[in-house]
């Protein structure tokens, strides 16, 4: 008898959570749609968070730090060698910035100042070679300074320089995908 108490207990136990249909479903959502629920015990990160998470270190130097966009990182269609690439360079030389700012000053407003740029990238990954094909200049307010879009010119990759870097980034993705 105490077995049979148990196991009635146990179901009406589960079956009770279930039983009571949108009870916490939000006023404002309709009663045809589904409740979203969503579980964590970490805190929903915010957009300035996943922007952050998308940009990957490669390296830094004088003139400034260098960042790739790990969610940008695709296989050309036309050729499976080729893989395309997003970087950024955020300028830390004063003497880089001080030279932007007066180049493209009219651009710029008062409190505003060129700070980063953005370079699309393709590297044939079986010749080693590299071609710019989009660079884009940014303010700190995000305002478009400058584009340069270019034609397909591949050049050869020399050894420790950021395209170097850049390199190793595209085989690997190239290899693991």
Same mark, same amino acid.
Request: without cysteine; hydrophobic residues 40%.
């Given at each position: 008898?105490?077995?049979?108490?148990?196991?009635? =207990?146990?179901?009406?136990?589960?079956?009770?959570?279930?039983?009571?249909?949108?009870?916490?479903? *939000?006023?404002?959502?309709? =009663?045809?749609? *589904? /409740?979203?629920?969503?579980? $964590?015990?970490? *805190?929903?990160?915010?957009?300035?968070?996943?922007?952050?998470?998308?940009? /990957? #270190?490669?390296?830094?130097?004088?003139?400034? !730090?260098?960042?790739? &966009?790990?969610? =940008?990182?695709?296989?050309? &269609? %036309?050729?499976? %060698?080729?893989?395309?690439?997003?970087?950024?360079?955020? #300028?830390? %030389?004063?003497?880089?910035?001080?030279?932007?700012?007066?180049?493209?000053?009219?651009?710029?407003?008062?409190?505003?100042? /060129?700070?980063?740029? %953005?370079?699309?990238? !393709?590297?044939?990954?079986?010749?080693?070679?590299? /071609?710019?094909? &989009?660079?884009?200049?940014?303010?700190?307010?995000?305002?478009?300074?400058?584009?340069?879009?270019? &034609?397909?010119?591949?050049? *050869?990759?020399? $050894?420790?320089?950021?395209?170097?870097?850049?390199?190793?980034?595209?085989?690997? #993705?190239?290899?693991?995908?």
């Amino acid at each position: 008898m105490g077995k049979i108490l148990k196991l009635l =207990a146990l179901i009406l136990g589960l079956a009770f959570p279930f039983s009571v249909v949108n009870a916490g479903q *939000p006023a404002e959502q309709e =009663a045809g749609q *589904p /409740a979203i629920y969503e579980m $964590s015990i970490l *805190p929903k990160k915010t957009p300035e968070e996943l922007e952050q998470e998308r940009w /990957a #270190y490669l390296m830094s130097n004088g003139t400034g !730090l260098f960042l790739y &966009d790990n969610k =940008a990182l695709a296989i050309s &269609d %036309d050729n499976k %060698d080729v893989v395309q690439i997003l970087v950024r360079t955020i #300028y830390r %030389d004063k003497q880089i910035i001080d030279k932007l700012n007066n180049k493209y000053g009219s651009k710029l407003e008062d409190d505003d100042s /060129a700070i980063n740029s %953005d370079m699309q990238m !393709l590297i044939n990954v079986r010749k080693k070679t590299y /071609a710019i094909i &989009d660079s884009k200049l940014f303010s700190k307010q995000g305002k478009l300074l400058y584009e340069n879009i270019q &034609d397909k010119k591949f050049f *050869p990759i020399k $050894s420790q320089t950021l395209m170097d870097t850049v390199y190793m980034i595209a085989k690997n #993705y190239q290899r693991n995908n």
